[in-house]
């Protein structure tokens, strides 16, 4: 991959004595196989828009507005262009697939169907759910990517979802709903079948969790970090979902399976580095039931999405690896990972753009960028790292050294 690589603006952190190991050179013992196990790219929010051609709809008429530039077409085809061309197994997508701000319309334009009474509101979110999410798993599918994506915010209508005022009590009344939908194109099959066998059954996130080898040496466990209770939405893994996690997890231990990795929306170590976040984080932090949980069962890689940039923590033998970036800024990153017996390589890459022209059209008006494009053909290299399998990060460089927050 042509590219260039790119010192971390934001600094190495960390304690010096630390900082100086990660930064000391390791290289593989003689004789070790440098064949290739698997390969997978990481790429969350980097959509985070409702991005559809509109004029395909039968309630579309000329002079209506609409959620796609061919400026954005082109830098979505060529991020994911530059995805395929690293031939992954498959892409982990941990959240934000959509703008998803549905059962409104601010506009006015009835795109979706009238928004007056609940029962309308709630036939708009369908309606939107359907033609966006079919669009955005329709791209992958024309380059042969093989999706595996956990569940956002956006995805269930962007926070918040407390009784701030009646659009806030509408999507926590409806998260079912959302979560449906969600499903209906990312967790089931065409045909309407569970695409997943290993989900928490009997649960409230047995169609949004799930678990699934990517290879035989690679397990990747998704999860649903939204719970609904006690009138609101708890950024939180509990319950029979947690439960099912530790069986999982259980298993694998007992399998022996050489690479257990995590994705969910949420980082759970904070804090980390943010662009245009609203800083969700998973409530517990280091002492919530789901880090302990992936510590106890020697999880090795925890990835997340929500802040739109890359840091790299660890605690407890866990590296956390929140990354992303937004296309509408220009920023559009994934992370690159190479499976090999005795280790993992990460390497986060940027495709650039630039910002131009005006908003965006969204059932709640004109936001984000529309004409954000693609200034080149080069990937930038933002950082990279090798995670050993005792939980040692080598070789840290750029935005993959190991993260602290800047003392205030």
Same mark, same amino acid.
């Given at each position: ?305 929500? &802040?739109?940039?890359? $840091? %790299? ?5 866990? =590296?956390? +690896?929140?990354?992303? *970036? !937004? @296309? ?51 990937? &930038?290299?933002?950082? $990279? %790292? ?5 939980? =040692?990060? +080598?070789?840290?460089? *750029? !935005? @993959? ?8």
């Amino acid at each position: 991959m042509a590219g260039c690589f790119t010192q971390d603006p934001f600094g190495a952190a960390g304690n010096d004595g630390a900082a100086a190991a990660a930064r000391r050179p390791w290289t593989p013992p003689p004789g070790t196989d440098h064949t290739p196990n698997y390969r997978f790219v990481a790429a969350p929010d980097f959509l985070n828009q409702d991005v559809g051609d509109l004029r395909r709809l039968p309630r579309w008429h000329r002079g209506d507005p609409n959620s796609w530039t061919p400026q954005l077409q082109r830098y979505i085809r060529a991020f994911l262009d530059d995805i395929a061309a690293t031939d992954p197994g498959s892409v982990l997508v941990a959240g934000d697939l959509v703008e998803g701000r549905w059962g409104r319309d601010d506009t006015g334009s009835g795109i979706f169907g009238p928004v007056r009474t609940e029962a309308q509101q709630v036939a708009a979110v369908r309606r939107a759910a359907r033609f966006y999410y079919s669009t955005y798993v329709q791209r992958f599918a024309e380059r042969g990517l093989t999706l595996h994506a956990a569940l956002g915010d956006h995805d269930i209508g962007d926070n918040d979802w407390g009784d701030e005022n009646s659009w806030t009590a509408f999507k926590r009344r409806h998260l079912d709903v959302f979560k449906q939908m969600y499903a209906s194109y990312l967790t089931r099959t065409p045909a309407g079948k569970p695409r997943y066998t290993d989900r928490p059954f009997g649960t409230p996130f047995a169609n949004t969790a799930y678990a699934v080898k990517l290879s035989p040496d690679v397990l990747l466990v998704s999860l649903d970090e939204f719970n609904r209770r006690d009138g609101d939405v708890h950024l939180e893994v509990t319950g029979g979902q947690l439960a099912w996690l530790r069986r999982t997890l259980e298993r694998a231990q007992a399998n022996r399976v050489p690479w257990v990795i995590v994705q969910g929306h949420n980082p759970v170590l904070w804090p980390v580095r943010e662009v245009s976040s609203s800083g969700g984080h998973l409530e517990g932090g280091e002492d919530s039931p789901l880090w302990r949980t992936m510590a106890r069962y020697g999880v090795d890689l925890y990835l997340d999405g929500e &802040v739109h940039a890359t $840091s %790299m923590r660890q605690a407890d033998g866990v =590296t956390q +690896v929140s990354t992303g *970036g !937004l @296309l509408y800024r220009g920023e559009a990153t994934y992370l690159a990972a190479t499976v090999y017996d005795d280790r993992l390589d990460l390497d986060v890459r940027r495709l650039p753009g630039e910002q131009d022209g005006g908003k965006l059209w969204q059932t709640t008006g004109l936001r984000t960028r529309a004409e954000t494009r693609v200034t080149g053909r080069d990937t &930038v290299r933002l950082g $990279s %790292m090798t995670l050993l399998a005792d939980g =040692t990060a +080598v070789n840290q460089t *750029g !935005l @993959l050294q190991e993260y602290t927050a800047p003392l205030e």
